[in-house]
Protein backbone atom coordinates (compact mmCIF):
# COMPACT_ATOMS: atom_id res chain seq x y z
CA UNK A 1 0.00 0.00 0.00
CA UNK A 2 1.85 2.95 -1.56
CA UNK A 3 -0.04 5.82 -0.24
CA UNK A 4 1.11 8.86 -1.49
CA UNK A 5 4.33 9.13 -3.53
CA UNK A 6 6.27 11.97 -4.63
CA UNK A 7 9.21 12.32 -7.01
CA UNK A 8 11.58 13.59 -6.69
CA UNK A 9 12.94 12.87 -3.21
CA UNK A 10 15.55 16.27 -4.13
CA UNK A 11 16.64 18.43 -6.62
CA UNK A 12 18.91 21.38 -7.21
CA UNK A 13 17.72 24.06 -9.88
CA UNK A 14 19.37 27.33 -11.21
CA UNK A 15 17.49 30.48 -10.87
CA UNK A 16 15.12 30.48 -13.98
CA UNK A 17 14.85 26.70 -14.58
CA UNK A 18 11.41 24.97 -14.90
CA UNK A 19 10.81 21.68 -13.09
CA UNK A 20 7.58 19.47 -12.37
CA UNK A 21 7.31 17.78 -8.83
CA UNK A 22 5.11 14.98 -9.26
CA UNK A 23 2.32 13.54 -6.79
CA UNK A 24 0.42 10.42 -7.46
CA UNK A 25 -1.71 8.76 -4.37
CA UNK A 26 -3.59 5.22 -4.87
CA UNK A 27 -6.23 5.45 -2.45
CA UNK A 28 -8.84 6.55 -4.58
CA UNK A 29 -8.80 9.87 -2.96
CA UNK A 30 -11.16 12.50 -4.39
CA UNK A 31 -8.99 15.62 -2.98
CA UNK A 32 -5.36 16.45 -3.51
CA UNK A 33 -2.99 19.36 -1.77
CA UNK A 34 0.28 20.74 -2.40
CA UNK A 35 1.95 22.71 0.71
CA UNK A 36 5.27 23.83 1.39
CA UNK A 37 7.38 24.06 4.66
CA UNK A 38 9.86 26.61 4.98
CA UNK A 39 12.23 25.98 7.81
CA UNK A 40 10.99 26.65 11.35
CA UNK A 41 7.44 27.37 9.75
CA UNK A 42 4.43 25.15 9.18
CA UNK A 43 2.99 23.98 6.23
CA UNK A 44 1.45 26.50 3.97
CA UNK A 45 -1.55 25.80 1.21
CA UNK A 46 0.05 26.26 -2.32
CA UNK A 47 -3.43 24.65 -4.28
CA UNK A 48 -5.84 21.64 -3.96
CA UNK A 49 -8.19 20.02 -5.97
CA UNK A 50 -11.68 18.45 -5.15
CA UNK A 51 -11.65 16.25 -8.58
CA UNK A 52 -9.98 15.96 -12.03
CA UNK A 53 -10.44 18.92 -13.83
CA UNK A 54 -10.60 21.33 -10.93
CA UNK A 55 -8.69 22.89 -9.07
CA UNK A 56 -7.98 26.50 -6.89
CA UNK A 57 -5.70 28.49 -4.98
CA UNK A 58 -4.65 28.41 -1.83
CA UNK A 59 -2.72 30.38 0.83
CA UNK A 60 0.81 30.74 -1.24
CA UNK A 61 -0.07 29.75 -5.08
CA UNK A 62 2.00 32.93 -6.64
CA UNK A 63 4.72 31.16 -9.32
CA UNK A 64 3.36 27.52 -9.50
CA UNK A 65 0.87 25.75 -11.45
CA UNK A 66 -1.23 22.67 -11.08
CA UNK A 67 -3.43 20.20 -13.05
CA UNK A 68 -5.33 17.71 -12.39
CA UNK A 69 -6.04 15.54 -15.35
CA UNK A 70 -6.54 12.11 -13.28
CA UNK A 71 -8.26 11.26 -9.64
CA UNK A 72 -4.14 9.64 -8.96
CA UNK A 73 -1.85 12.50 -10.24
CA UNK A 74 -1.41 15.95 -9.00
CA UNK A 75 1.38 17.62 -10.55
CA UNK A 76 2.81 21.01 -9.35
CA UNK A 77 4.70 23.13 -12.11
CA UNK A 78 7.40 25.57 -11.48
CA UNK A 79 7.78 27.79 -14.38
CA UNK A 80 10.62 30.67 -13.00
CA UNK A 81 12.63 29.19 -10.19
CA UNK A 82 13.47 31.66 -7.71
CA UNK A 83 15.18 31.28 -4.44
CA UNK A 84 11.93 31.95 -2.54
CA UNK A 85 10.83 28.79 -3.21
CA UNK A 86 13.51 27.27 -1.78
CA UNK A 87 11.71 24.77 0.51
CA UNK A 88 10.34 21.30 1.46
CA UNK A 89 7.09 20.27 -0.96
CA UNK A 90 4.47 18.12 0.72
CA UNK A 91 1.63 16.38 -1.57
CA UNK A 92 -1.67 15.23 0.66
CA UNK A 93 -4.84 13.85 -0.71
CA UNK A 94 -8.12 12.58 1.09
CA UNK A 95 -11.41 11.02 0.84
CA UNK A 96 -14.42 14.20 0.39
CA UNK A 97 -16.49 14.67 3.72
CA UNK A 98 -14.80 18.19 4.68
CA UNK A 99 -13.30 18.61 7.96
CA UNK A 100 -13.40 15.00 9.26
CA UNK A 101 -11.37 13.19 6.99
CA UNK A 102 -7.87 13.88 7.70
CA UNK A 103 -4.97 14.28 5.22
CA UNK A 104 -2.76 11.81 4.06
CA UNK A 105 0.79 12.81 3.21
CA UNK A 106 3.61 11.95 1.10
CA UNK A 107 7.42 12.16 2.58
CA UNK A 108 7.80 15.25 0.29
CA UNK A 109 10.56 17.13 -2.07
CA UNK A 110 13.32 18.97 -0.85
CA UNK A 111 13.92 21.19 -2.99
CA UNK A 112 16.74 23.81 -3.51
CA UNK A 113 16.93 27.08 -5.82
CA UNK A 114 20.53 27.99 -6.35
CA UNK B 1 -0.27 37.42 10.69
CA UNK B 2 0.10 34.19 11.90
CA UNK B 3 -3.24 32.86 12.83
CA UNK B 4 -2.42 29.24 14.58
CA UNK B 5 0.56 29.34 16.89
CA UNK B 6 2.82 27.23 18.35
CA UNK B 7 5.07 29.31 20.77
CA UNK B 8 7.07 26.38 22.15
CA UNK B 9 9.84 25.05 19.54
CA UNK B 10 10.70 22.24 21.68
CA UNK B 11 9.80 20.13 24.81
CA UNK B 12 11.80 17.79 26.90
CA UNK B 13 9.80 14.98 28.75
CA UNK B 14 10.61 12.09 30.95
CA UNK B 15 10.12 8.89 29.80
CA UNK B 16 6.84 8.08 31.78
CA UNK B 17 5.59 11.32 32.14
CA UNK B 18 3.29 13.40 30.80
CA UNK B 19 4.00 15.49 27.35
CA UNK B 20 1.60 19.00 27.21
CA UNK B 21 2.29 20.71 24.04
CA UNK B 22 0.39 23.75 23.31
CA UNK B 23 -1.52 25.44 20.03
CA UNK B 24 -3.06 28.94 20.30
CA UNK B 25 -5.56 30.53 17.21
CA UNK B 26 -7.10 33.80 16.54
CA UNK B 27 -9.27 32.66 13.76
CA UNK B 28 -12.55 32.56 15.54
CA UNK B 29 -13.98 30.94 12.26
CA UNK B 30 -11.67 27.72 12.63
CA UNK B 31 -14.17 24.52 13.37
CA UNK B 32 -11.70 21.64 13.03
CA UNK B 33 -8.46 21.20 15.02
CA UNK B 34 -5.87 18.47 14.31
CA UNK B 35 -2.53 17.39 15.34
CA UNK B 36 -0.52 15.43 12.98
CA UNK B 37 3.28 14.38 13.98
CA UNK B 38 6.09 14.43 11.84
CA UNK B 39 9.39 12.43 12.10
CA UNK B 40 12.34 13.55 10.22
CA UNK B 41 12.33 13.33 6.23
CA UNK B 42 8.99 12.02 6.27
CA UNK B 43 5.61 13.52 5.90
CA UNK B 44 3.13 14.61 8.95
CA UNK B 45 0.76 11.83 9.99
CA UNK B 46 -2.45 12.63 11.39
CA UNK B 47 -2.68 11.75 14.89
CA UNK B 48 -6.29 13.38 16.26
CA UNK B 49 -8.57 15.59 15.86
CA UNK B 50 -11.41 17.69 17.94
CA UNK B 51 -14.74 19.73 16.48
CA UNK B 52 -15.38 23.15 17.84
CA UNK B 53 -18.43 21.52 19.23
CA UNK B 54 -16.23 19.40 21.56
CA UNK B 55 -14.41 20.55 24.77
CA UNK B 56 -12.31 16.70 24.79
CA UNK B 57 -11.14 13.79 22.15
CA UNK B 58 -9.17 11.08 23.62
CA UNK B 59 -7.51 8.21 21.55
CA UNK B 60 -5.62 5.93 23.73
CA UNK B 61 -2.52 7.67 25.16
CA UNK B 62 -3.45 10.86 22.94
CA UNK B 63 -5.77 13.50 24.66
CA UNK B 64 -6.62 16.62 22.79
CA UNK B 65 -8.68 19.75 24.92
CA UNK B 66 -10.22 22.76 23.25
CA UNK B 67 -11.28 25.92 25.14
CA UNK B 68 -12.71 28.01 22.43
CA UNK B 69 -12.99 31.02 24.97
CA UNK B 70 -9.51 31.02 25.44
CA UNK B 71 -8.80 29.93 21.66
CA UNK B 72 -6.48 27.25 23.20
CA UNK B 73 -6.04 23.89 22.57
CA UNK B 74 -3.55 21.30 24.06
CA UNK B 75 -2.49 17.89 23.17
CA UNK B 76 -1.31 15.64 26.12
CA UNK B 77 0.46 12.19 25.56
CA UNK B 78 0.69 10.26 28.72
CA UNK B 79 2.40 8.14 29.29
CA UNK B 80 5.32 9.15 26.91
CA UNK B 81 7.35 6.75 24.94
CA UNK B 82 10.90 7.29 23.27
CA UNK B 83 8.87 6.53 20.06
CA UNK B 84 6.83 10.02 20.76
CA UNK B 85 9.90 11.91 19.82
CA UNK B 86 9.00 13.64 16.43
CA UNK B 87 8.11 17.02 15.80
CA UNK B 88 3.79 17.81 16.46
CA UNK B 89 2.39 20.44 14.19
CA UNK B 90 -1.38 21.63 15.49
CA UNK B 91 -3.43 22.66 12.39
CA UNK B 92 -7.25 24.25 12.20
CA UNK B 93 -9.59 24.90 9.35
CA UNK B 94 -12.46 26.83 9.28
CA UNK B 95 -15.42 25.04 6.86
CA UNK B 96 -14.36 23.30 3.84
CA UNK B 97 -14.78 24.65 0.74
CA UNK B 98 -16.01 22.34 -1.85
CA UNK B 99 -15.61 19.52 0.84
CA UNK B 100 -11.49 20.10 0.89
CA UNK B 101 -9.87 20.71 4.16
CA UNK B 102 -8.00 23.73 3.73
CA UNK B 103 -5.32 23.45 6.96
CA UNK B 104 -3.42 26.47 8.41
CA UNK B 105 -0.74 24.85 10.48
CA UNK B 106 1.35 26.25 13.52
CA UNK B 107 5.30 26.17 13.08
CA UNK B 108 5.73 22.80 14.92
CA UNK B 109 6.82 21.96 18.31
CA UNK B 110 10.17 19.46 18.48
CA UNK B 111 9.44 16.96 21.56
CA UNK B 112 11.75 14.80 22.90
CA UNK B 113 11.64 11.86 25.35
CA UNK B 114 14.58 11.08 27.08
CA UNK B 115 14.66 7.47 29.02
Known amino acids: NAGVTQTPKFRILKIGQSMTLQCTQD?????MYWYRQDPGMGLKLIYY???????DKGEVPNGYNVSRSTTEDFPLRLELAAPSQTSVYFC?????????????FGDGTRLSIL | DQQVKQNSPSLSVQEGRISILNCDYT??????FLWYKKYPAEGPTFLIS?????DKNEDGRFTVFLNKSAKHLSLHIVPSQPGDSAVYFC??????????????FGQGTRLTINP
Open chain 1, 92 to 104: ASSYPGGSNQPQH
Open chain 1, 27 to 31: MNHNY
Open chain 1, 49 to 55: SVGAGIT
Open chain 2, 27 to 32: NSMFDY
Open chain 2, 50 to 54: ISSIK
Open chain 2, 91 to 104: AASAGSSQGAQKLV
